[in-house]
């Protein structure tokens, strides 16, 4: 099992209000993870908060954060 299904599988067990990333880079695993919560709670909303570097990343944030994925263009 990959880590993200991991983070499916909690988020099924906790039915939590509230996800939290960070590292959010493109949203896809944000998406993921919130409309897994919403499943689980489908008659309450669910509140999401993503931190990443976004318009502060540049090439050197990328070696000291060692980033290994391409910039979000989103």
Not at 21 to 36: F, K, N, P, Q, V
Not at 37 to 52: F, I, K, M, N
């Amino acid at each position: 099992m990959n880590r993200y299904n991991q983070l499916v599988d909690i988020v099924r067990n906790l039915k939590p209000i509230s996800v939290i990333e960070i590292g959010a880079h493109r949203g896809d695993r944000a998406e993921l993870l919130c409309r897994t919560a919403l499943e689980q709670r489908p008659t309450r909303s669910v509140h999401y908060r993503g931190y990443d570097l976004f318009e502060e990343a540049n090439d050197q944030t990328d070696v000291e954060e060692k980033n290994g994925k391409l910039p979000a263009t989103l």
